[in-house]
């Protein structure tokens, strides 16, 4: 079994940053794929971004250019940077690792706010 623990989470402004990161609690990155996805209230759970085993990486059109997702193996740890946050990215935040495909363990979330 593997735990992953998401944080990073907070209120900014329209405009600002935050970095999120997702902790396993073993070494699995550098062989399974991790995607962040994120739920808004009333709203369906939604892939954000995803980075492979080998490094390759994928993202929604709505965070492209604003998000990048990345690894550090030695520390067991997958972030996401965001920039450029607008208020429709508030949601709650969630890792998922798989061994081909993210879906196999979650975190429990961290939640974004994007407000003034």
């Known amino acids: 079994q593997v735990q992953l623990v998401e944080s990073g989470g907070g209120l900014v402004q329209p405009g600002g940053s935050l970095r999120l990161s997702c902790a396993a609690s073993?070494?699995?990155?550098?062989?399974?794929?991790v995607g962040w996805y994120r739920q808004a209230p009333g709203k369906q759970r939604d892939l954000v971004a995803t980075?492979?085993?080998?490094?390759?990486?994928n993202y929604a059109d709505s965070v492209k250019g604003r998000f990048t997702i990345s690894r550090d193996n030695a520390k067991n740890t997958v972030y996401l940077q965001m920039n450029s946050l607008k208020p429709e990215d508030t949601a709650v935040y969630y890792c998922?690792?798989?061994?081909?495909?993210?879906?196999?363990?979650w975190g429990q979330g961290t939640q974004v706010t994007v407000s003034s």
């Open positions: 980075i492979s085993s080998a490094s390759s990486t």
């Open positions: 998922s690792a798989g061994p081909i495909v993210p879906g196999q363990f």
């Open positions: 073993r070494s699995i990155f550098n062989i399974y794929a």
